[in-house]
């Protein structure tokens, strides 16, 4: 015969604390995924104020080489306001040479450095946690750095020795085309070589022009440089300009561009604006993530915070350039990736951000004085 046994007072105890432990684990365990990744999410975000406070300084030192009076405290706002722009806050910031090796610091006042060819920018972030408050971790500090060099354009610009604006962009990351010519997502990489000595069959690119507006390309009317379509392309522009920047679409035939792309720059280094948003207007903040409207089509800006500096094989734009654009040589070739249209080149020397376009040094009333073509580079 069995009989019933009531739990004694040590048994429901023990059964609270293992209760109480398992809670711990799982509030623990909650604790790491929420606040983990909130805390990668704000990692990014200090990673990205860090790179544009580090462009931000590289283009006062740009502005410096190129015969303006700029000081300390001139960098010192550039960085801070980026920072800000991105709500994080400078840490310790230097001036660096072009190996690197830091200079001197930022914020000490007087003249840049003379040595200084660029910034290396500390930011630092500061954050609500959620769950881990409840375990005494109210904040949490994210940290990140970021280097950007500034300097004189070597080799390769042919015009004006400060290449030009070709007014047609890609899109960050560049995409191809699926069978339709509409945007899909490339299955190769561009190459990118050092020099226009390095260019070969072999390491040729293809980037396709989709039909698709903002998905893949955008054909630009580039801000001060006036003309229409074909006459910004027979006389590129080198009006300076800073990025990230906003640029209005350029309506018109660009079918009937082609031989003026080609007569005038195959075999040349030109300048490609690489969009990474489009709106119907300019966010009042002026940054991208604000646009109420990313709309699709004609009639928008794009957003361009970095160009690239491509050496033209040729150009096919006519439309009805199927087999020219999807056959050797360049790549990628993603099973003939429906283009219509596309250049063929060599992206040399990656990607260029900031300060761009020609500024003289010449004193005020000298003619007979060096035009320096200076840009800025997010190097790490």
Same mark, same amino acid.
């Not at 700029?70 to 840490?91: G, L, P, R, W």
């Not at 195959?266 to 948003?277: K, R, T, Y």
């Given at each position: 015969?069995?009989?019933?046994?009531?739990?004694?007072?040590?048994?429901?105890?023990?059964?609270?604390?293992?209760?109480?432990?398992?809670?711990?684990?799982?509030?623990?365990?909650?604790?790491?995924?929420?606040?983990?990744?909130?805390?990668?999410?704000?990692?990014?975000?200090?990673?990205?104020?860090?790179?544009?406070?580090?462009?931000?300084?590289?283009?006062?030192?740009?502005?410096?080489?190129?015969?303006?009076?700029?000081?300390?405290?001139?960098?010192?706002?550039?960085?801070?306001?980026?920072?800000?722009?991105?709500?994080?806050?400078?840490?310790?910031?230097?001036?660096?040479?072009?190996?690197?090796?830091?200079?001197?610091?930022?914020?000490?006042?007087?003249?840049?450095?003379?040595?200084?060819?660029?910034?290396?920018?500390?930011?630092?972030?500061?954050?609500?946690?959620?769950?881990?408050?409840?375990?005494?971790?109210?904040?949490?500090?994210?940290?990140?750095?970021?280097?950007?060099?500034?300097?004189?354009?070597?080799?390769? @610009?042919?015009?004006?020795?400060?290449?030009?604006?070709?007014?047609?962009?890609?899109?960050?990351?560049?995409?191809?085309?699926?069978?339709?010519?509409?945007?899909?997502?490339?299955?190769?990489?561009?190459?990118?070589?050092?020099?226009?000595?390095?260019?070969?069959?072999?390491?040729?690119?293809?980037?396709?022009?989709?039909?698709?507006?903002?998905?893949?390309?955008?054909?630009?009317?580039?801000?001060?440089?006036?003309?229409?379509?074909?006459?910004?392309?027979?006389?590129?522009?080198?009006?300076?300009?800073?990025?990230?920047?906003?640029?209005?679409?350029?309506?018109?035939?660009?079918?009937?561009?082609?031989?003026?792309?080609?007569?005038?720059?195959?075999?040349?280094?030109?300048?490609?604006?690489?969009?990474?948003?489009?709106?119907?207007?300019?966010?009042?903040?002026?940054?991208?993530?604000?646009?109420?409207?990313?709309?699709?089509?004609?009639?928008?800006?794009?957003?361009?915070?970095?160009?690239?500096?491509?050496?033209?094989?040729?150009?096919?734009?006519?439309?009805?350039?199927?087999?020219? @654009?999807?056959?050797?040589?360049?790549?990628?070739?993603?099973?003939?990736?429906?283009?219509?249209?596309?250049?063929?080149?060599?992206?040399?020397?990656?990607?260029?951000?900031?300060?761009?376009?020609?500024?003289?040094?010449?004193?005020?009333?000298?003619?007979?004085?060096?035009?320096?073509?200076?840009?800025?580079?997010?190097?790490?």
């Amino acid at each position: 015969m069995s009989r019933l046994r009531h739990r004694g007072p040590r048994e429901a105890g023990q059964a609270i604390v293992i209760m109480a432990v398992s809670m711990a684990v799982i509030l623990g365990a909650t604790a790491v995924a929420i606040d983990g990744g909130n805390a990668m999410a704000q990692q990014r975000g200090t990673q990205n104020a860090a790179d544009a406070a580090a462009l931000a300084g590289a283009v006062v030192i740009a502005q410096k080489f190129s015969g303006a009076s700029k000081t300390d405290a001139d960098v010192v706002s550039a960085i801070t306001s980026a920072f800000a722009e991105n709500s994080s806050t400078m840490d310790a910031t230097y001036y660096v040479d072009f190996a690197h090796n830091r200079v001197g610091g930022v914020g000490l006042g007087g003249a840049i450095p003379s040595d200084a060819d660029g910034i290396e920018a500390n930011g630092l972030r500061s954050f609500n946690t959620f769950l881990a408050s409840m375990i005494g971790q109210p904040t949490w500090t994210a940290g990140a750095t970021a280097t950007a060099l500034a300097g004189v354009w070597q080799g390769g @610009c042919e015009v004006a020795h400060g290449c030009g604006i070709l007014p047609v962009s890609f899109s960050i990351p560049i995409i191809t085309c699926d069978g339709t010519n509409q945007p899909l997502r490339p299955g190769g990489e561009w190459t990118v070589i050092g020099s226009p000595s390095q260019a070969t069959a072999a390491n040729e690119s293809i980037v396709p022009l989709c039909s698709t507006g903002p998905g893949g390309v955008g054909w630009l009317d580039v801000p001060n440089c006036g003309g229409n379509l074909a006459q910004q392309i027979s006389t590129l522009c080198n009006v300076a300009s800073s990025l990230p920047m906003w640029v209005p679409s350029q309506t018109g035939d660009v079918n009937n561009v082609e031989n003026v792309i080609n007569d005038n720059y195959a075999g040349s280094i030109v300048l490609i604006p690489m969009f990474d948003a489009t709106c119907r207007d300019i966010p009042s903040s002026g940054l991208p993530q604000d646009c109420t409207d990313p709309g699709d089509g004609n009639n928008l800006y794009y957003h361009i915070p970095q160009v690239a500096q491509f050496l033209l094989d040729r150009a096919y734009v006519q439309g009805n350039n199927f087999p020219e @654009c999807n056959q050797s040589p360049g790549t990628p070739l993603v099973g003939g990736n429906g283009s219509t249209s596309c250049l063929k080149g060599w992206f040399v020397n990656g990607m260029i951000t900031g300060q761009i376009g020609e500024f003289t040094a010449c004193p005020p009333g000298s003619d007979d004085c060096a035009v320096p073509v200076v840009g800025t580079q997010l190097v790490r």
